[in-house]
């Protein structure tokens, strides 16, 4: 694992000026838009699901030592096959970076760096399959592998992997518009000719397949004898011998893209894609003779919301190692108030879950606080003080991991009341079952894991376990100086440093060896709580404060959008009954276009009669209702109707309870008359019925009683039709009496 913060700069008057570099947000920092790959960040599932093309993707996390390490090898991965794009991509994914937790989680990442490789058309993160070599020549041919594999929907820009028959060989200039067909002859565990195939995915004018050695007929025509082996065949009928010095993927790809009349697609790759800006520099003054308690609290905040994150389930040992570490945290960590309460809050939450699987969602829930317990809080957000490097990806949260522990083994050594080997070690065990179940960096944790197993046990007190710990702090520091992982402004070295503790290295025989009781003193002494530095930090009450405003906002989403849908309803019904128009896109509905001052036209009645039966007294009786169409066209024609259903809902739930149930509700025409004239349409007549101020009028029943279920456009159109029936009738009678007097005419002429 990388060092804790290592104090190996001059200290001016205690105080140093650091001046870093903060990559911005949306930059995957040891990866940048002029390499080959593409970035996740702007949207894993959209590039990696459905696509038409393979996916390569590299999870990592940017202050993982091991990523770090690969990061040469990865890249001369992209750049080998980056002529392969678009039949395959590869890409990559900071799971470090705190935004790109759910991503990470999403796609079952568990430790770094992960390599996937998707299918075309992929339909769920499940469905990638985990490469393990870690060697580019391997990858290359996993690659190819798997896209041979794909028989069912290859890449639609991949070329076929599969040997070429002889059939094929004889009529493929009938059936294909290349000049030229390359045949490269193989053994079966070659790669060769799939390699220069695929080489050529951006070039047309040839193709290249491959022919195996157990292809008899085709290696006799050709009398191949050695492999392997490269001919080419022409549209012209001509065929002839590849002959090169080295017989090489680079050297046949390179005549093949020299050959006449073979010419570079241009192809509409997929770039980069994540947003980049400049850098914002950060100053801080950092102290190097005390402990931050920002580091501290950042790595709390780091290991519970994106480490244990991965897992969307904890059980068994996993989730008992949660539970420790959390207690130690508890029993040992000296948090300020809110977050002292919350830390208990977790681990009694822990321990009182008899089940022995948990979702981390409802982990997450206690961690965030949902329930509101009170004055309990967590920094949302990590802020490295003491353990910020010269560039994002160097030391950060591995750095406070080392900080937190060497603190916990110092608090406990202080708070010691007994040498039970079992409380000297309960640091130490929740160390290592934190780094072995949770820490991101796999190899990282199974170097720990392995030194650990090695000499733990032969601690035997608390303060012994100080010692053991920062001996394995400057082993692993040891290990890992002068790496890819190290930083150049801050190197690793044997801690603590000379400038520091000047007593902790002593001469002997004319070399220098370790003062271990001037070391344990020094470290009793530097992670006391007294030494504890409290700047850079927000104050608690403000974190409260932020953090029940968040939980507001998302327990208060839903009810907003029902109030604001309400508000915007009420609204409607307003404007409606006023003859303004409604804005559409505040209701999210379809409607037609309307343009600046233009009336939303209303919908007229439609008054039809209903018959029931209901029973009196054993007896069935038929009864006349009347019923207005358009109060229950809604439940029909939603869509249609969508904005006089919001216009009187209390009025139609009335109707429709008097449809529902008929022999309990009275016909009410005066409510039926002023709903109607709400809607600007005349009432006055309604079935043939005359409604004068309130009282019915029964003498001009039979005047309009041709509008009942009529509207009066639809009488109008009736009128008209009638009278253009009538002339048509007209017209035909004239006509056949003409034609009838014609003939009577004709027939009564003599014949000469």
């Known amino acids: 694992m990388p060092m804790m913060p290592v104090p190996v700069w001059l200290c001016v008057s205690g105080a140093l000026l650091i001046i870093l570099s903060a990559a911005a947000p949306g930059q995957a920092h040891m990866f940048s838009a002029s390499d080959p790959l593409v970035s996740l960040e702007t949207g894993a599932s959209q590039l990696l699901l459905n696509s038409s093309s393979s996916w390569v993707s590299l999870f990592f996390a940017s202050w993982c030592g091991h990523c770090k390490r690969f990061k040469p090898d990865w890249m001369q991965l992209a750049h080998d096959v980056k002529d392969w794009r678009p039949a ?68 639609l820009a991949c070329p076929p992997l599969e040997p070429i028959s002889g059939p094929e060989v004889e009529h493929f200039f009938e059936n294909n518009e290349e000049f030229y067909l390359a045949l490269f002859f193989e053994k079966p565990k070659m790669y060769t000719a799939r390699e220069v195939a695929l080489d050529m995915v951006q070039y047309k004018g040839v193709s290249v397949r491959r022919v195996l050695e157990v292809q008899s ?7 191949v004898s050695s492999f392997p082996s490269g001919f080419l065949l022409t549209r012209n009928g001509s065929i002839s011998k590849i002959e090169l010095q080295t017989e090489s993927r680079a050297e046949y790809t390179k005549l093949l893209r020299a050959l006449p009349g073979v010419k570079k697609v241009n192809m509409n790759l997929i770039g980069w894609s994540a947003s980049v800006t400049g850098d914002t520099v950060v100053k801080k003054t950092v102290n190097s003779s005390v402990v931050y308690m920002a580091d501290l ?213 004319g070399g220098t060896i370790w003062n271990r009781a001037a070391v344990l003193a020094f470290l009793m002494s530097h992670y006391a709580e007294g030494n504890l530095s409290y700047e850079y930090l927000e104050d608690e009450s403000v974190l409260l404060e932020n953090q029940k405003k968040a939980a507001g906002m998302v327990r208060g989403k839903r009810e907003v959008e029902s109030e604001k849908e309400g508000e915007q309803q009420e609204a409607q019904s307003k404007n409606y009954a006023s003859n303004t128009p409604i804005k559409a896109e505040e209701e999210n509905i379809d409607l037609p276009a309307v343009s600046k001052g233009q009336q939303i036209p209303r919908h007229r009645p439609t008054i039809i009669k209903m018959k029931t039966s209901r029973g009196i007294q054993g007896e069935g009786q038929e009864e006349k209702n009347i019923v207005d169409l358009d109060s229950q066209e809604v439940h029909i024609f939603q869509r249609r109707t ?48 005359m409604v004068e101020n309130g009282e019915i009028n029964w003498k001009g029943r039979w005047v309009k009683l041709l509008e009942v279920g009529f509207s009066r456009l639809d009488i109008s159109l009736c009128v008209i039709l009638y009278f253009l029936t009538s002339m048509c009738l007209l017209a035909m009678y004239l006509y056949l009496s003409f034609r009838t007097r014609f003939f009577r005419q004709r027939r009564g002429c003599p014949r000469v």
Not at 217 to 223: A, E, H, I, R, S
Not at 469 to 487: E, F, P, T, Y
């Open 88 to 155: 395959v991509y590869l890409a990559v994914l900071d799971c470090g970076d705190e935004s790109n937790t759910a991503a990470c989680s999403n796609f079952g990442i568990q430790g770094y760096p992960t390599i996937k490789f998707f299918d075309t058309f992929s339909q769920s993160p499940s469905d990638g399959i985990v490469l393990q070599s870690r060697d580019p020549a391997d990858l290359r041919q996993s690659i190819i592998s798997e896209l041979e594999a794909q028989k069912d929907s290859p890449p």
């Open 217 to 223: 007929d085709l290696v006799d025509k050709f009398q």
């Open 297 to 509: 609290e950042a790595s709390i905040h780091y290991s519970l919301r994106v480490e244990v994150a991965r897992f969307s389930t904890l059980e068994g040992d996993r989730k008992k190692a949660l539970t420790n570490y959390v207690g130690v945290l508890k029993k040992y960590f000296p948090a300020r108030p809110f977050l002292s309460t919350l830390l208990g809050n977790i681990h009694n939450w822990l321990t009182e879950q008899s089940e022995d699987i948990v979702s981390y969602k409802d982990f997450a829930d206690v961690v965030n606080n949902k329930n509101q317990v009170q004055n309990a809080v967590l920094a949302p957000h990590v802020n490295y003080v003491g353990c910020q490097g010269s560039k994002p990806e160097y030391r950060g949260f591995p750095c406070t991991v080392w900080t937190l522990f060497h603190l916990l083994t110092v608090r406990a050594a202080e708070m010691e009341s007994d040498n039970e080997k079992s409380y000297c070690l309960e640091v130490l065990q929740a160390m290592y079952d934190y780094v072995r179940y949770f820490f991101g960096c796999r190899e990282c944790a199974q170097h720990f894991k392995t030194m650990a197993d090695e000499s733990m046990n032969s601690v035997r007190d608390r303060k012994s376990a100080v010692s053991w710990l920062w001996i394995r702090h400057n082993m692993v520091n040891k290990r890992l100086a002068g790496q890819g992982s190290d930083d150049p402004e801050f190197p690793k070295i044997q801690w603590p440093s000379i400038e520091l503790c000047p007593s902790c290295r002593k001469q002997l025989m």
């Open 642 to 689: 969508l904005q006089d259903s919001k216009f009187d809902q209390n009025n139609q739930a009335l109707q429709a309870e008097r449809l529902m149930d008929p022999q309990d509700a009275e016909f009410d025409h005066v409510a039926v008359r002023d709903r109607l004239l709400q809607r600007g349409i005349d009432t006055k007549y309604l079935m043939g019925v």
